[in-house]
């Protein structure tokens, strides 16, 4: 007789009750420390100062209802140091038409915003 299957059944079935149990624990014990310490504060960690720096910028991505991959993607932008200042610039990616059927109303470009003089953009 062979007591290797039987053997190999009771350690599977013991570590997926261990398993269990420590998920259990888990649980309870991160929901304890949830209720605890309250909701998570909301902190700001972000803020639009667009208009205070003088960036004026409207993304044109291209839409023509056929899902091309730049229709549902988001813009591109870079941070560098374009005037060789020591401050960072900043390039915003503009899109364009896609369809090759339709012809843009105007020229669409990206925009390039210079600090200058450590002022806002230019």
């Not at 009750?17 to 309250?38: K, M």
């Amino acid at each position: 007789m062979n007591l290797t299957r039987p053997f190999i059944k009771l350690i599977f079935i013991a570590g997926s009750v261990v398993l269990c149990i420590t998920a259990i624990f888990l649980t309870a014990n991160s929901q304890s420390v949830r209720s605890r310490t309250g909701p998570p504060a909301s902190t700001l960690i972000f803020a639009d100062v667009a208009v205070q720096t003088g960036i004026k910028f409207r993304h044109y991505n291209g839409m023509s209802g056929q899902f091309f991959l730049p229709e549902i993607m988001g813009a591109g932008a870079a941070l560098f140091d374009f005037d060789n200042d020591g401050d960072l610039d900043v390039f915003l990616v503009q899109g364009n038409v896609l369809d090759p059927a339709v012809k843009p109303v105007k020229r669409i470009l990206g925009r390039r915003f210079i600090v200058v003089n450590d002022q806002p953009f230019a």
